[in-house]
Every structure is written in structure tokens, then in C-alpha cells.
């Protein structure tokens, strides 16, 4: 009797200190929707994101708290390691920065705060999961918490189509990327037997399974499931569509975070489970990088719309990045993750002073939003000429770090091809970046003749009783959310001072990092011997 | 003297300075009196932004501006005083890791071969400085900004020793002239953006290729040496890499340095990136940062990879002539006089290269005295272009001009001694330079050398045609002669008394550079050496050609020969 009841009342040990950053950001999703029940407009459109931003801020100080450790948790399914931890603060970041840029935005407030912030901070948890996993189960749940909360995010402005076109495209293009995955690790399942990546990895390593056929028909798939969230090129169509329709901060979010997530999953499942056919997929792999430089930095020529631009230019960066994982060694994940937490600074850096923008002028996105910005705005043009001259990886700015370190690793690692692939891509991205560039700084603002909606045009609703305000900081959310009359031209819209905080900083930070790129470096010191990895 | 890094951060501190101070006095004023912004600082004060326009300048960035750039050519001239001739090694080194894990220094160093450079690119800059402080700019809180920052690129590539730091500052320094070509150029907008980023790609492609092989030589060498990974010069030096990998990662490099000086096939930015900008930061970027990609040949190329120097040395000189022959052609053919010196500069570069690419002593010393002659002549020619065209009616075409000598006896003295500087005038610095790289590619490549001898002809015919058709001939239309002023003297004085100078003792720049150009070129000689002697066995009139220890003494450079004349022909 005895017996038995000191064997049933043994639970499991859940080792809630390594959990705690997961249980802080999904307990937060939690508080945050229901908060965001609540019936006060200041309840709900001021607490919900504070409470939000404390969550985050909570889960980044038990990321920091847990640095150091390095265990596999709940039944081996996790690990928390120097990967793990550093993905999570890079993520964390990101959604710092979306919540900031989302404070105000028209999206947060059609879809409910509470539920908007609820389902960002679901996505977190998700990827946070994802960086975690290690076995294919986890891997997947961690996919698809991520994934499903994102679709919803990129349709939260209910009453513009493109947005709820944009979610549609990216519920429909991102469930064939989870199927083919899913279908993908169920072939690797089917031939090793084993679930969990160090188990693969020893059934691989012993006999010929490496090259076995169905191996590495569920290695591709995996490969094609895995670049459809991380926006490789061939299965990177669905990304100009979604960036460009979905909320500026979701993009924002998107283009940030969900790089982070595919890519450290990338690392986990091939530079740790299938290292042993590296073999088979190192040179495929390398090809599917270097066609993404070109086809993403080829695209993104010639765009008028910046979020377009970007989510071409993003397809670029995945595909540098990519360069990292391809190598298969320390060196190369730690520059992937290195180039990750660059990435979080350059792409929010751009988005913000884009959505500080759409907010002021009726051109949207579009690269004339940005002409005389330079003459107007500097502390907004600073942000964004750093952060694309950061993207095409000019000295002295964080890019130009972070593709030293790709370069470095991918021609340590045998692939001194792809190193030049790299730099031919950042010649080609000159072409779009330099062009903002110069609108922002060589061209004159445009007159208010040029910008179609001004107050005295036609708006509907009462547009002119709100038009007559004067349009503040932070002054009334309608005026400055709605899309009707999002721009008062000739009005002197100020940006809202948390968008200008995020350029600021992340602006700072792209500088900063870029002569001073030791703190980078010893963020990610640990990344690679975390993997195993020589 | 103080550590490098004074030297290079002085100016960006400067203009950053300048700024900082510049935006508190524009507040004071306007708090003061609340009067009508003055037209120092304030951006609103918009004068004419057209070259011919005169504004009051000298307004509180560009003073604190000047002060930097004095400061910087001070310390400039300090230490080529400080260099003593005999050393062949690195003086005032600094040298802290950057980044430890890419194996990154922040090493810094006087050579031979940087010492003049520098001193070039100081003296430049104070005199565009001036120039530019001879009318205002729009918004010259920025404008001066990006000046200084490129005077302070210019400088860390040229003392960078390592290779990581250089190819960083390298690619820096060109973004302070994009700014400056886009915002402050010529012309519409739409020629402006056009031709910054025709400049722009055009140069980052040749510098991102070069990104790429620099990573790979450290690297590579890493692999072979078995040790941590390292740029700095010296080490990778100790560690060459095999035959192939020298191959193709000197054509890397060849790509970057080609287009920044920039050579024949690979110039096609230069007319339109000339014409728009404005022409004191053209005098920089033509006197100063071609030369960049000349001494990146000589500084890095050739000591890191001499096989692969050696291997293309022919390629190499054919490029060059090629350029020679081109460059005086079209400067020849054509009548906007910028572009006229923005030819001849790639015929002068084409020179440069080929005395580097003799791969031997006599031409590297001649090539190095040439550029700093070059960066001495084009600046104050461009100058010159600038004044000229103020007195033919803003424009810049030599068929609008002529007769401007009549009423400017000085002006018409100063432009003689440039053109003839700029054709090699037998008693100038640069018909030392021309000499001695023609001595030098004669003893390399003979065929070459006399093809060569045409660009030389070539010089004096586009020289003295550009000379004679601005200050004689029939007065143009708009000509409206008149004597430079005071403050166009304050720019072009220095600068010919410089050329001067150097005309009558450019021992001071061979005798410190005779050390550092030997050994820069020691080992790709060393690899070409055999080839060459085979060509010239082929050569019936080789014989006859003294060698080297016999005519100019045991070390067989110029300069060890010309003192040695000197003192032969006193002791006896």
C-alpha cells in the first residue's frame, strides 16, 4: 500500500524555474484578454498594452535569470540552453517593439485590444516553444501556436480587405507549409523511429539510414515546410502579399519574429537532428540560399511600396542567414543568431518610422512618404537611413557585423561561394535601399497638391468637425487611426512618441552595435557549443 | 607625437562639434533676439546653392570645420617630419582588438607608404575646406558633417593595419560623398540621385567583392596556418596562401581598387558622378580617394598576394595602358573642362597602376610619388575649372571660355604651373613619378614601356589644349576676365607652392617611402623576377639597358641614385 501511494503521489518533476519565461508570456495572454473584457476605453486601450508590455518584461527578466542554465525540460520535449534564452530575448524584443508600435494603431483597436494582444502574446510563447523544442512534437505545437494566432493578427484590421485578404493568403499558404512539415516529420518518424532530435540524430548516425530514401524524401519536405515560414525562395510568393496587407506592426512582428522562430528551428532540426545527412541536404540547402538572395533582393527592385520592398528584402535576409545554418557549425549558428538580433534592430527601425508615416501622410507606404523626411523629420530619417544602409550592409552600422560574421562562416565552413552570393546580393539590394535613401534626404516634401485626400477633400463620416482639431501627440485615437482621414495633409502631425522611441532606439542600436559589436558577440558566445556543434 | 587615432577622429569630432555648437548659438540668437535668422547656422537661410553663387560663408560648422582640418594637417605634417627616412617599418602604432571573436584589430600605423598619403589627403581637405567656406551651404550643419566624416574615412583607411579595418573604412568613406554628391550637387534631382547611385553601386560592388575576399584571405589563412583567425597585415603576411586562392582573391581586390581609382573598363560612373558633384568635394574625392584604390595595390595587394600580382601583372599593365591611352584620348576630345580633368586623372591613374604593376622598386616608388603629384595637381586644376567658370558664364565648357588670361596675369601663372605639373614637365615632381615608373615598367615589360611613352605625349597635348583654349585664343562670348580674388588665393596658393616644393625636392617623398615600397614589392618581385628576365632575354635591346645596381647604386631605387650623384659629384 505503502508502495503504491508514494508511486501515484510522485508526480512528474516540473522544473518551473527553466518554464517559467513560457508559463510568464502565455499566464500574460491570459491576464491580458481577460483585462481586456473590461468595459473602459482607458482599461482597454492604455492597461491592456501596459500589462502586456509587463508580461514581456517579465519574461525577459526569468530569460535572464535562467542564463546560465542548461537542461532538458518536461520529459526531454524542451531545452533550455544558450539558444533558447537568446532567441527568447530577441523575440522578446520584437514584441516589445510591436506592442509600442501597435499602442495606437487601428488594428489593435478593431480586433478588441485585449484579444490583439492576447493572440501577440500567444505567438510569442509559441516561437519561445519553438526555440525550445526538441523533439518533432514540440517542434510542431510550438509551429502552429505561432502560426494560428499570426493568421488572425494579419486580418485585425476588419474593415480594410487587404488586411483580411492578407490573412486569408497567409492562413491558406501557411497551412500548406505546416502540413508539408508535418508530413515531412512524420517520414522521418516512420524511418528512424524516434521523435526526439537527439534520437534521430543516433539512429541516423548508425548504418546507411542517412541516405535512405525515405529519409530524405521527409528531410526535403521538411526543408519545404520549414522555408515556407522563413519565406525561402521557391515558397517565399506568399510574403509581398501579407506584408503588404497585413497591420504595419504585425508586419513589423512578422518580419522580425517569425524569422527568429523558423530560423532557430532550422538550427535545432538540422545542425543538431540531421546532422548526419548534412551531407544530403548541406549542398541542396545552400543552392535554395543563394537562389533566395537573388530572387529576394531581384524582387524588391523597383518597388514602390516600402512594406513590399521589405518583405522582399526579408526574403533576402532569410536567405543570408540560411548561409549560417548551411555550414553546419558553431561559427555559422552563432552568426545566424548573431545576424538574427541585427535584423530585430534593423527591421524595426524601418517599420517604425513606416508607420510613423502611414500615420502622418495619405501616401501609406509608399517611398514618397518618405521624401524631405530628412529636412523635416531628422530624428525619423536617422532611424531609417541607418537601418537601410544597415540592410545593404554598409560599414559602421550593426549589417555590415553581421554579414562580416555570415561571410566569415560560411567561408570557414567550405562555402566560400555563398559568401560572394551574399555580398552580390547586398550589390543588388543597393539598388532599392539607396533610393529611400535618397527620397528621404535629396528630394523635396511633397506639397500638399501632390497628397490626394486633404481636409477640404470629400471624407466621409465627421470628418470635418474632427479635422478641425488640432491634431496633437497622442491626441485622440480616432483622429489618428482612422483610416479615412488618416491624412491631414498640411496639419503638423507629430509622431507619436512611442514610434519615435522605437526608430530612436533601434536606430542607436543599429549604430551602436556596428562599432561597438562586442555585446552581440558575447550574446550569441554560447550558441554554438549549446547545439553540440564543433 | 600623439596616437593615429587623434589624427583620424579629429575631423568627425569636428564636424560633429561644429554642429553641436552651431545649433545652440542658432538657438541663442533666436531666443536673444527672435530677429530674422543670420545666415550662419540656421537652416533656413538659403542662399543660391549654384557654384557661381557667392554667399557669405564661414559661417560656425565650417569654421570649427577648418580648424579640425588645420588641426589634422598639423598633426599630418608632424608626422612625416617625425619619419625618419632609413625605417621601412611601421611607426606610432596602435593596436587594441576590435573583436575578438572575427579576430579584428583596430591597428593603426605609420608606413612609407601611407606617411605622404596622408599628408595629401589633410592638405586637400584644408584646402577644400577653405573653399568650401568661401560661400554657404544649405544646411550646414550636415554638409560639414559628412565632410569631416569623409576626411576621417580617408585617414583610417590609409593608416588602417588590418585588413578587416581597412576594407571597413574603405566602404565607409564612401558614403559621406554620397550624401554630399545627392544633397549639395548639380544639376536636377533626378541627374543627381542618378549619378550618386551609379556611383554608388558601381564602387560597392568592386568594395563588397573585396568584402568578400577579405574575408576569405583571413580566413583561408587561418585554415592553412592552423592558428586563430586574424586580419592584421603583418600576420597574414607571415601566412600566404596558395597559388589559386591568391588568383582569385586578387581579382577581387583588383575589382574594388580598378573602379575607385577608377580604370578604363570600369570608369563609367566617373562623367556622371564628376559633372554632379559640387566641386570642392570633388577636389577630395578626385585628388584623395582614387588614390585610396592605388595604394590599396601597393599597401595590401602586393605584399598579400604577390603570386597572384605576378600571375596578372601582364592583365594588369595591359589595364593600365589601356587607361592611359583612353583616358588622354577622351580628355582630349572633350570640351567640359571637369570632365577634362576627370579624364586625365584616369590617364594618371593609368600610370599609377602601371608603375605599381612594373612589380619592381623603381616603378612602386614612382607610382607613389605620382599619386601624391596627382592629388597635388588635380585638385587646385578642378579649382581652377571652378574659378573659370564663374568668369565664362557659369559654364564649365571650354568653348565658352578663352581670352580669360588677358585681365589675370596670376591666375594665368598659377593654371600654367598646374598644367604643366599635370603633363609632366620635365623639372616638376611629376615627371620624376612619370620617369621613374617608365624606367621601371621598361625594365618589366619593354613593349609596354614604349607604347606608355605616348600617354606622356598624349599628357601635354590635352594639358597645354585645355591651358590654351580657357586662358588665350578668342574671348568668349560671356568672358568676363578679372584677377582671382584673395580668398580663391587663400585655396590655390598653398597648393602650388606644395607643387613647387616638391618639384624641386621630391627627394623628401622618395627618400621616406624608399624602404616601404621595396619591401611592399619585395615579394611579388621576388615571384616575377624570373619571368621578366625570360622576357627580356627574348628582347635583343635589353642588353644594352644598364641594370639597376649599376646605374643607381646597390639598393636600385631613385632616390639612393640620385644622391649618389649628388655626392659623387662634390667629393671628387
Redesign the interface.
Given at each position: 500500500m505503502s508502495l503504491l501511494a508514494t508511486t501515484t503521489l510522485k508526480g512528474p518533476h516540473v522544473d518551473f524555474a527553466a518554464l517559467s519565461p513560457l508559463m510568464a508570456l502565455l499566464g500574460g495572454a491570459a491576464i491580458v484578454l481577460l483585462v481586456g473584457l473590461l468595459g473602459s476605453r482607458w482599461v482597454r486601450a492604455q492597461l491592456v498594452p501596459a500589462l502586456s508590455l509587463l508580461a514581456l518584461g517579465t519574461a525577459a527578466g526569468l530569460t535572464i535569470w535562467q542564463w546560465n542554465a542548461e537542461k532538458s525540460i518536461v520529459a526531454g520535449a524542451l531545452r533550455i540552453d544558450s539558444l533558447s534564452l537568446t532567441l527568447n530575448l530577441i523575440l522578446i524584443a520584437g514584441g516589445v517593439c510591436t506592442v509600442l508600435l501597435a499602442w495606437r494603431s487601428l488594428a489593435a483597436r478593431e480586433a478588441a485590444h485585449g484579444e490583439w494582444h492576447a493572440l501577440l502574446l500567444t505567438s510569442i510563447g509559441g516561437m519561445s516553444l519553438l526555440a525550445a523544442a526538441q523533439n518533432t512534437v514540440a517542434l510542431f505545437l510550438g509551429l502552429e501556436l505561432l502560426s494560428i494566432p499570426l493568421y488572425v493578427l494579419c486580418a485585425t484590421e476588419l474593415k480594410r480587405e487587404h488586411s483580411l485578404e492578407s490573412g486569408l493568403k497567409y492562413l491558406i499558404v501557411g497551412s500548406v507549409g505546416s502540413a508539408t512539415l508535418l508530413y515531412g516529420l512524420a517520414l522521418i518518424y516512420g524511418a528512424t523511429g524516434q521523435t526526439d532530435f537527439a534520437g534521430i540524430d543516433s539512429a541516423l548516425s548508425s548504418g546507411t539510414l542517412a541516405t535512405d530514401p525515405l529519409t530524405l524524401t521527409g528531410v526535403a519536405l521538411c526543408v519545404a515546410g520549414l522555408c515556407f515560414k522563413a519565406s525561402v525562395a521557391p515558397f517565399h510568393q506568399w510574403t509581398p502579399d501579407v506584408y503588404e496587407g497585413a497591420p504595419t506592426p504585425v508586419t513589423a512582428f512578422m518580419a522580425v519574429a517569425t524569422k527568429v522562430a523558423a530560423l532557430g528551428v532550422f538550427l535545432r532540426l538540422f545542425d543538431v537532428a540531421l546532422i548526419e545527412a548534412h551531407a544530403s541536404w548541406g549542398i541542396a540547402v545552400a543552392v535554395l540560399a543563394a537562389i533566395t538572395i537573388i530572387v529576394g533582393n531581384v524582387g524588391a527592385l523597383g518597388q514602390s511600396s516600402l512594406k513590399r520592398m521589405l518583405a522582399y528584402s526579408s526574403v533576402a535576409q532569410a536567405g543570408y542567414m540560411l548561409a549560417g545554418v548551411v555550414v553546419a557549425s558553431k561559427l555559422g549558428a552563432?552568426a545566424t543568431v548573431f545576424y538574427l538580433a541585427v535584423y530585430l534592430f534593423l527591421n524595426m527601425a524601418a517599420f517604425a518610422t513606416i508607420l510613423a508615416r502611414e500615420r502622418e501622410t495619405s501616401l501609406g507606404d509608399s517611398v514618397a512618404a518618405m521624401r524631405g523626411l530628412g529636412?523635416e523629420r531628422p530624428l525619423l530619417a536617422w532611424p531609417m537611413t541607418l537601418a537601410m544602409?544597415g540592410l545593404a550592409?554598409?560599414?559602421?552600422t550593426a549589417g555590415?557585423?553581421g554579414?562580416?560574421?555570415l561571410?566569415?562562416a560560411s567561408?570557414?565552413g567550405g562555402y566560400?561561394w555563398l559568401?560572394?552570393v551574399?555580398?552580390?546580393g547586398?550589390?543588388i539590394s543597393?539598388?532599392y535601399y539607396?533610393?529611400v535613401?535618397?527620397a528621404m534626404?535629396?528630394?523635396e516634401a511633397p506639397s500638399p497638391a501632390d497628397a490626394p485626400p486633404t481636409t477640404a477633400a470629400p471624407t466621409p463620416g465627421p470628418a470635418p468637425a474632427e479635422g478641425a482639431l488640432p491634431a496633437l501627440a497622442g491626441g485622440s485615437p480616432e483622429l489618428d487611426e482612422d483610416p479615412a482621414y488618416p491624412a491631414r495633409a498640411g496639419a503638423v502631425a507629430r509622431t507619436q512618441p512611442e514610434v519615435a522611441l522605437v526608430a530612436i532606439v533601434s536606430g542607436a542600436a543599429i549604430l551602436f552595435f556596428g562599432i561597438v559589436?562586442?555585446p552581440l558577440?558575447n550574446l550569441v558566445?554560447g550558441v554554438g557549443s549549446a547545439l553540440g556543434l564543433l | 607625437m600623439p596616437p593615429l587615432s587623434i589624427l583620424i577622429w579629429l575631423p568627425a569630432a569636428c564636424g560633429v562639434i561644429g554642429a553641436i555648437l552651431c545649433t545652440l548659438i542658432g538657438r541663442a540668437r533666436s531666443s536673444s533676439s527672435g530677429a530674422a535668422p543670420l545666415a550662419s547656422g540656421v537652416?533656413s537661410a538659403r542662399t543660391d546653392a549654384t557654384p557661381d553663387a557667392r554667399g557669405d560663408g564661414w559661417d560656425v560648422p565650417g569654421v570649427v570645420a577648418l580648424i579640425g582640418t588645420l588641426g589634422a594637417l598639423g598633426l599630418a605634417i608632424g608626422y612625416i617630419a617625425d619619419y625618419s627616412p632609413g625605417t621601412s617599418g611601421l611607426t606610432h602604432v596602435t593596436d587594441v582588438v576590435w573583436?575578438?571573436?572575427?579576430g579584428i584589430h583596430y591597428k593603426l600605423g605609420v608606413s612609407g607608404l601611407n606617411v605622404f598619403l596622408v599628408g595629401l589627403t589633410t592638405l586637400l581637405f584644408a584646402a577644400a575646406t577653405i573653399a568650401a567656406n568661401l560661400r554657404s551651404w544649405e544646411?550646414p550643419r550636415l554638409f560639414w558633417c559628412f565632410f569631416m566624416l569623409a576626411e576621417s574615412a580617408v585617414l583610417g583607411a590609409l593608416l588602417a593595419q588590418d585588413l578587416?579595418l581597412f576594407?571597413?573604412?574603405f566602404?565607409?568613406m564612401l558614403?559621406p560623398f554620397?550624401?554630399l554628391t545627392?544633397?549639395w550637387g548639380r544639376g536636377t534631382?533626378e541627374q543627381?540621385?542618378k549619378a550618386?547611385?551609379k556611383l554608388?553601386?558601381y564602387t560597392?560592388?568592386g568594395s563588397?567583392?573585396m568584402?568578400?575576399a577579405a574575408?576569405?584571405t583571413?580566413?583561408?589563412a587561418a585554415?592553412q596556418g592552423g592558428g586563430h583567425?586574424t586580419f592584421v597585415l603583418s600576420a597574414l603576411q607571415a601566412m600566404p596562401l596558395s597559388k589559386g586562392s591568391q588568383e582569385w582573391i586578387f581579382l577581387f581586390f583588383a575589382a574594388a581598387f580598378l573602379v575607385k581609382m577608377p580604370a578604363f573598363p570600369l570608369h563609367g560612373w566617373m562623367p556622371d558622378g564628376y559633372r554632379a558633384m559640387p566641386i570642392e568635394v570633388l577636389m577630395v574625392f578626385s585628388g584623395v580617394l582614387s588614390k585610396v584604390g592605388a595604394y590599396g595595390f601597393l599597401a595590401i595587394v602586393l605584399p598579400l598576394f604577390p603570386q597572384g600580382a605576378a600571375h596578372f601583372q601582364t592583365l594588369m599593365l595591359v589595364i593600365a595602358l589601356v587607361s592611359i591611352l583612353y583616358g588622354s584620348a577622351v580628355a582630349f576630345a572633350q570640351t567640359d573642362a571637369r570632365l577634362i580633368a576627370g579624364y586625365s586623372s584616369v590617364a594618371q591613374l593609368g600610370f599609377i597602376t602601371l608603375g605599381i604593376f612594373a612589380l619592381n622598386p623603381q616603378g612602386a616608388q614612382g607610382a607613389l610619388l605620382q599619386m601624391v603629384n596627382h592629388g597635388l595637381v588635380v585638385a587646385p586644376l578642378l579649382f581652377i575649372v571652378a574659378i573659370l567658370s564663374r568668369r565664362a558664364g557659369g559654364s564649365e565648357d571650354v568653348r565658352d571660355m578663352g581670352g580669360i588670361a588677358f585681365r589675370a596675369p596670376v591666375l594665368a601663372s598659377v593654371f600654367l604651373i598646374v598644367s604643366l605639373a599635370t603633363l609632366a614637365m620635365p623639372g616638376s615632381a611629376n615627371f620624376v613619378g612619370e620617369f621613374m615608373i617608365l624606367l621601371g615598367v621598361f625594365q618589366a615589360k619593354l613593349v609596354i614601356a614604349i607604347i606608355a611613352f605616348a600617354g606622356v605625349v598624349m599628357a601635354s597635348v590635352y594639358a597645354l589644349r585645355l591651358f590654351i583654349r580657357a586662358m588665350h585664343n578668342r574671348v568668349g562670348k560671356d568672358v568676363d576676365s578679372r584677377e582671382i580674388s584673395l580668398r580663391d588665393g587663400l585655396v590655390l596658393v598653398p597648393l602650388v607652392a606644395v607643387i613647387v616644393f616638391m618639384a624641386i625636392y621630391p627627394q623628401l617623398a622618395l627618400k621616406r617611402s624608399e624602404g616601404s615600397t621595396k619591401a611592399a614589392v619585395a615579394s611579388a618581385q621576388a615571384v616575377a623576377d624570373p619571368a621578366s628576365t625570360a622576357v627580356a632575354s627574348l628582347v635583343p635591346g635589353r642588353p644594352n639597358v644598364p641594370a639597376p645596381s649599376r646605374y643607381c647604386g646597390p639598393n636600385g631605387a631613385y632616390a639612393t641614385c640620385y644622391e649618389g650623384t649628388k655626392t659623387g659629384s662634390s667629393n671628387p
Amino acid at each position: 500500500m505503502s508502495l503504491l501511494a508514494t508511486t501515484t503521489l510522485k508526480g512528474p518533476h516540473v522544473d518551473f524555474a527553466a518554464l517559467s519565461p513560457l508559463m510568464a508570456l502565455l499566464g500574460g495572454a491570459a491576464i491580458v484578454l481577460l483585462v481586456g473584457l473590461l468595459g473602459s476605453r482607458w482599461v482597454r486601450a492604455q492597461l491592456v498594452p501596459a500589462l502586456s508590455l509587463l508580461a514581456l518584461g517579465t519574461a525577459a527578466g526569468l530569460t535572464i535569470w535562467q542564463w546560465n542554465a542548461e537542461k532538458s525540460i518536461v520529459a526531454g520535449a524542451l531545452r533550455i540552453d544558450s539558444l533558447s534564452l537568446t532567441l527568447n530575448l530577441i523575440l522578446i524584443a520584437g514584441g516589445v517593439c510591436t506592442v509600442l508600435l501597435a499602442w495606437r494603431s487601428l488594428a489593435a483597436r478593431e480586433a478588441a485590444h485585449g484579444e490583439w494582444h492576447a493572440l501577440l502574446l500567444t505567438s510569442i510563447g509559441g516561437m519561445s516553444l519553438l526555440a525550445a523544442a526538441q523533439n518533432t512534437v514540440a517542434l510542431f505545437l510550438g509551429l502552429e501556436l505561432l502560426s494560428i494566432p499570426l493568421y488572425v493578427l494579419c486580418a485585425t484590421e476588419l474593415k480594410r480587405e487587404h488586411s483580411l485578404e492578407s490573412g486569408l493568403k497567409y492562413l491558406i499558404v501557411g497551412s500548406v507549409g505546416s502540413a508539408t512539415l508535418l508530413y515531412g516529420l512524420a517520414l522521418i518518424y516512420g524511418a528512424t523511429g524516434q521523435t526526439d532530435f537527439a534520437g534521430i540524430d543516433s539512429a541516423l548516425s548508425s548504418g546507411t539510414l542517412a541516405t535512405d530514401p525515405l529519409t530524405l524524401t521527409g528531410v526535403a519536405l521538411c526543408v519545404a515546410g520549414l522555408c515556407f515560414k522563413a519565406s525561402v525562395a521557391p515558397f517565399h510568393q506568399w510574403t509581398p502579399d501579407v506584408y503588404e496587407g497585413a497591420p504595419t506592426p504585425v508586419t513589423a512582428f512578422m518580419a522580425v519574429a517569425t524569422k527568429v522562430a523558423a530560423l532557430g528551428v532550422f538550427l535545432r532540426l538540422f545542425d543538431v537532428a540531421l546532422i548526419e545527412a548534412h551531407a544530403s541536404w548541406g549542398i541542396a540547402v545552400a543552392v535554395l540560399a543563394a537562389i533566395t538572395i537573388i530572387v529576394g533582393n531581384v524582387g524588391a527592385l523597383g518597388q514602390s511600396s516600402l512594406k513590399r520592398m521589405l518583405a522582399y528584402s526579408s526574403v533576402a535576409q532569410a536567405g543570408y542567414m540560411l548561409a549560417g545554418v548551411v555550414v553546419a557549425s558553431k561559427l555559422g549558428a552563432q552568426a545566424t543568431v548573431f545576424y538574427l538580433a541585427v535584423y530585430l534592430f534593423l527591421n524595426m527601425a524601418a517599420f517604425a518610422t513606416i508607420l510613423a508615416r502611414e500615420r502622418e501622410t495619405s501616401l501609406g507606404d509608399s517611398v514618397a512618404a518618405m521624401r524631405g523626411l530628412g529636412r523635416e523629420r531628422p530624428l525619423l530619417a536617422w532611424p531609417m537611413t541607418l537601418a537601410m544602409l544597415g540592410l545593404a550592409g554598409i560599414p559602421a552600422t550593426a549589417g555590415f557585423m553581421g554579414k562580416f560574421y555570415l561571410i566569415d562562416a560560411s567561408v570557414s565552413g567550405g562555402y566560400t561561394w555563398l559568401g560572394v552570393v551574399i555580398v552580390i546580393g547586398s550589390m543588388i539590394s543597393l539598388g532599392y535601399y539607396l533610393p529611400v535613401i535618397a527620397a528621404m534626404w535629396m528630394s523635396e516634401a511633397p506639397s500638399p497638391a501632390d497628397a490626394p485626400p486633404t481636409t477640404a477633400a470629400p471624407t466621409p463620416g465627421p470628418a470635418p468637425a474632427e479635422g478641425a482639431l488640432p491634431a496633437l501627440a497622442g491626441g485622440s485615437p480616432e483622429l489618428d487611426e482612422d483610416p479615412a482621414y488618416p491624412a491631414r495633409a498640411g496639419a503638423v502631425a507629430r509622431t507619436q512618441p512611442e514610434v519615435a522611441l522605437v526608430a530612436i532606439v533601434s536606430g542607436a542600436a543599429i549604430l551602436f552595435f556596428g562599432i561597438v559589436p562586442q555585446p552581440l558577440f558575447n550574446l550569441v558566445h554560447g550558441v554554438g557549443s549549446a547545439l553540440g556543434l564543433l | 607625437m600623439p596616437p593615429l587615432s587623434i589624427l583620424i577622429w579629429l575631423p568627425a569630432a569636428c564636424g560633429v562639434i561644429g554642429a553641436i555648437l552651431c545649433t545652440l548659438i542658432g538657438r541663442a540668437r533666436s531666443s536673444s533676439s527672435g530677429a530674422a535668422p543670420l545666415a550662419s547656422g540656421v537652416e533656413s537661410a538659403r542662399t543660391d546653392a549654384t557654384p557661381d553663387a557667392r554667399g557669405d560663408g564661414w559661417d560656425v560648422p565650417g569654421v570649427v570645420a577648418l580648424i579640425g582640418t588645420l588641426g589634422a594637417l598639423g598633426l599630418a605634417i608632424g608626422y612625416i617630419a617625425d619619419y625618419s627616412p632609413g625605417t621601412s617599418g611601421l611607426t606610432h602604432v596602435t593596436d587594441v582588438v576590435w573583436i575578438s571573436e572575427l579576430g579584428i584589430h583596430y591597428k593603426l600605423g605609420v608606413s612609407g607608404l601611407n606617411v605622404f598619403l596622408v599628408g595629401l589627403t589633410t592638405l586637400l581637405f584644408a584646402a577644400a575646406t577653405i573653399a568650401a567656406n568661401l560661400r554657404s551651404w544649405e544646411r550646414p550643419r550636415l554638409f560639414w558633417c559628412f565632410f569631416m566624416l569623409a576626411e576621417s574615412a580617408v585617414l583610417g583607411a590609409l593608416l588602417a593595419q588590418d585588413l578587416a579595418l581597412f576594407v571597413a573604412f574603405f566602404d565607409l568613406m564612401l558614403i559621406p560623398f554620397y550624401f554630399l554628391t545627392g544633397m549639395w550637387g548639380r544639376g536636377t534631382r533626378e541627374q543627381r540621385v542618378k549619378a550618386t547611385i551609379k556611383l554608388v553601386i558601381y564602387t560597392l560592388v568592386g568594395s563588397l567583392l573585396m568584402l568578400a575576399a577579405a574575408i576569405a584571405t583571413g580566413v583561408l589563412a587561418a585554415q592553412q596556418g592552423g592558428g586563430h583567425i586574424t586580419f592584421v597585415l603583418s600576420a597574414l603576411q607571415a601566412m600566404p596562401l596558395s597559388k589559386g586562392s591568391q588568383e582569385w582573391i586578387f581579382l577581387f581586390f583588383a575589382a574594388a581598387f580598378l573602379v575607385k581609382m577608377p580604370a578604363f573598363p570600369l570608369h563609367g560612373w566617373m562623367p556622371d558622378g564628376y559633372r554632379a558633384m559640387p566641386i570642392e568635394v570633388l577636389m577630395v574625392f578626385s585628388g584623395v580617394l582614387s588614390k585610396v584604390g592605388a595604394y590599396g595595390f601597393l599597401a595590401i595587394v602586393l605584399p598579400l598576394f604577390p603570386q597572384g600580382a605576378a600571375h596578372f601583372q601582364t592583365l594588369m599593365l595591359v589595364i593600365a595602358l589601356v587607361s592611359i591611352l583612353y583616358g588622354s584620348a577622351v580628355a582630349f576630345a572633350q570640351t567640359d573642362a571637369r570632365l577634362i580633368a576627370g579624364y586625365s586623372s584616369v590617364a594618371q591613374l593609368g600610370f599609377i597602376t602601371l608603375g605599381i604593376f612594373a612589380l619592381n622598386p623603381q616603378g612602386a616608388q614612382g607610382a607613389l610619388l605620382q599619386m601624391v603629384n596627382h592629388g597635388l595637381v588635380v585638385a587646385p586644376l578642378l579649382f581652377i575649372v571652378a574659378i573659370l567658370s564663374r568668369r565664362a558664364g557659369g559654364s564649365e565648357d571650354v568653348r565658352d571660355m578663352g581670352g580669360i588670361a588677358f585681365r589675370a596675369p596670376v591666375l594665368a601663372s598659377v593654371f600654367l604651373i598646374v598644367s604643366l605639373a599635370t603633363l609632366a614637365m620635365p623639372g616638376s615632381a611629376n615627371f620624376v613619378g612619370e620617369f621613374m615608373i617608365l624606367l621601371g615598367v621598361f625594365q618589366a615589360k619593354l613593349v609596354i614601356a614604349i607604347i606608355a611613352f605616348a600617354g606622356v605625349v598624349m599628357a601635354s597635348v590635352y594639358a597645354l589644349r585645355l591651358f590654351i583654349r580657357a586662358m588665350h585664343n578668342r574671348v568668349g562670348k560671356d568672358v568676363d576676365s578679372r584677377e582671382i580674388s584673395l580668398r580663391d588665393g587663400l585655396v590655390l596658393v598653398p597648393l602650388v607652392a606644395v607643387i613647387v616644393f616638391m618639384a624641386i625636392y621630391p627627394q623628401l617623398a622618395l627618400k621616406r617611402s624608399e624602404g616601404s615600397t621595396k619591401a611592399a614589392v619585395a615579394s611579388a618581385q621576388a615571384v616575377a623576377d624570373p619571368a621578366s628576365t625570360a622576357v627580356a632575354s627574348l628582347v635583343p635591346g635589353r642588353p644594352n639597358v644598364p641594370a639597376p645596381s649599376r646605374y643607381c647604386g646597390p639598393n636600385g631605387a631613385y632616390a639612393t641614385c640620385y644622391e649618389g650623384t649628388k655626392t659623387g659629384s662634390s667629393n671628387p
